[in-house]
Nanobody, 124 residues
Framework: QVQLVESGGGLVQTGGSLRLSCAAS????????MTWYRQPPGKQRELVAA???????NYADSVKGRFTISRDGAKNTVYLQMDSLKPEDTAVYYC??????????????????WGQGTQVTVSS
């Protein structure tokens, strides 16, 4: 179907920066939106940032002014630039993308795929 591969996580000190990337592959016809979620230790998954095919963006209040989401339509890739990182940003970050793909057996179909997650750890 459609697979997402995430990268860019790691360990960084408070105030540092990381850039996450998520590349989608498969028989993609359209992508409606690409979204970053995160799941802190012991907590539920939460929305971080989202971007549509028209480049409209949405951010969680906790990351506004610090994180920037962007996309490369030609590469079916979404990025999350994270600056001024805080310990509370520590989480597993997941990429999600939704759109349509073409199947030779089923025709045009919708998809909603998740990446495997990448760990971001911000030390005090």
């Amino acid at each position: 179907q459609v697979q997402l591969v995430e990268s860019g996580g790691g360990l960084v000190q408070t105030g540092g920066s990381l850039r996450l990337s998520c590349a989608a592959s498969g028989r993609i016809r359209t992508i409606n939106a690409m979204t970053w979620y995160r799941q802190p230790p012991g907590k539920q998954r939460e929305l971080v940032a989202a971007i549509t095919s028209g480049d409209a963006t949405n951010y969680a209040d906790s990351v506004k002014g610090r994180f920037t989401i962007s996309r490369d339509g030609a590469k079916n890739t979404v990025y999350l630039q994270m600056d001024s990182l805080k310990p509370e940003d520590t989480a597993v970050y997941y990429c999600n993308t939704a759109g349509t793909y073409w199947s030779p057996y089923r025709g045009d179909r919708g998809f909603d795929s998740w990446g495997q997650g990448t760990q971001v750890t911000v030390s005090s």
